[in-house]
């Protein structure tokens, strides 16, 4: 991380509660989640121990792609409330001691966004460089999806991700076309400074900051990454300049590149180098009780990005998210708790997807709504409690946004804060001592102490200048043990039957998570 980038203090003890608006709480009876539904909620995310909230995108849309297509970067979808429904939001997040930072979608609009029906026009204008055009309707820009034949201008127009998301341009890296512009030229410039006065609109409203959706492919032919790193270092001493509070997270999944850019925070995501697929979502996720498992690759590529990130502690490894499977399609019971475990131990803010706290599982089998595919699946509505359709609307049940899971054992919020055992209190357990531990918390450091290929226990160590605590996790169904010459101290935190050391190793029990202080 570049040495001024100076990280919001607020994110040094974070824990994030990722909401996905259209399935989180309808207030109104029409089938989709809205603003007044999450500041009903507040108190209950406190509660559970968050201190922030990303919000993903809540902007005018036609919802192609569920609001990751956006027509209009400063008007909240009528379908969530208003502008003044997202002040109030802040300013009732900002009375809990809480933060809220939006979906920053920057690499591309909606093919109905006001830039890109002016940049279709023949004749040039202040938007003709707004987005990424060939100069002939026959070329189309390598290595790109494209759309072309839908206006009297004669070119094709590069995409970002679906056919109806039109790319915006912020230059080529090495332009090697006529058509190619680089990040300096007006063009591209005119589009960066248009996408900072995006950002003044909501920092000035409240908003704590961005999670910036595909953050690394704003350059293109940008193969290193250096142009798009050159535009955040831009960017990020326009907010050292006027909003030094802001917080920034990238989706980009190499934070050696992001933080260099000057992001605070970057994602292990399920796309990547990262291994974080060998956590919870492969054929034999290591957090499975069968302990077949192998996360060596994982913590091997983990510690080289974390000496990239000079050992910030900024690395931040999800539940899950919108667009991957829930954790519970391949972990159940104890497993998740133990996950869990890992998850709110790590250094960087701990991101929790809506539903994970209390193991909302992922719906099989569900038809496509507004681009999900097979992501729909992780994004059907919160289950609160055992009312009409779990306490999310009062809607019929087949008007709802995505169908519910229907089975008679769902899990619900209600039922899970009535039980003492359940994975609810335990993720609520875990922040309390992450929060309690500054070892434990965004920036501590982490040394690993067993993390061995094909093998159980993980094992780190976790430090602050005040203490030292080591962290054991054994989400194997079988006792496990690993060389350990130190003396260990009081137990913080165990969840299973726990460890036992006779000095020169460690055992510890099947299905087992230990936080011991050590000297």
Known sequence: MSERTRQPKWLDNAVFYEIYPQSFQDTNADGIGDLEGIIRHLDDIQELGC???????????????????????????PRYGTNEDMARLFEESHRRNMHVILDLVPGHTAVTHRWFRESMKAEKNEYTDRYVWTDCVWESPDGMGCIRGISDRDGSCAVNFFSHQPALNYGFYKPDKPWQQSFD?????????????????????????FRV????????????????????????????????DAAMVSEWGEPDKSLQGGFHMDFLLQFGPSHYMDLFRCEEPFFSSRGKGNIAEFVHTYQKNYEKSERKGLICIPSGNHDMARLARKLQGDELKIAFAFLLSMPGAPFIYYGDEIGMRYV???????GGYERTGSRSPMQWDDSVNAGFSHAPKECLYIQQDAAADRPTLK????????????????IQIR???????????????????????????????????????NPAARTVEFPYDGQIGEVLYQFGRGLS????????????????KIS
């Open 415 to 430: 039922a899970q804060k009535q039980d003492p055992d359940s994975l609810y209190h335990e993720i609520q357990k875990l």
């Open 51 to 77: 201190t922030a909230i990303w919000l993903n995108p809540c902007f005018q849309s036609p919802f192609g792609d569920a609001g990751y297509d956006v027509e209009d970067y400063c008007r909240v979808a």
């Open 364 to 370: 099989e089998g569900l038809t496509s709504v507004e």
């Open 435 to 473: 929060m309690a531990h500054p070892a434990l918390q965004s920036k501590g450091d982490i040394a690993y102490v067993y993390a061995e290929e094909n093998a159980y226990p993980l094992a780190y160590v976790r430090s602050s200048e005040e203490e030292k605590i080591l962290v054991v996790i």
């Open 501 to 516: 050391s006779d000095g020169k190793k460690i055992i510890i029990q099947g299905q087992s998570a230990v936080f011991v």
């Open 185 to 209: 030229d007006p063009g591209p410039q005119a589009t960066l400074e248009a996408m900072k006065d995006v950002m003044r609109f909501w920092l000035k409203m409240g908003c704590d900051g």
């Open 213 to 244: 959706d595909m953050a690394g492919s704003l350059v293109k032919n940008d193969e290193e990454g250096k142009g798009t790193i050159r535009l955040w270092q831009n960017v990020r001493a326009f907010l050292d300049e006027e909003f030094p």
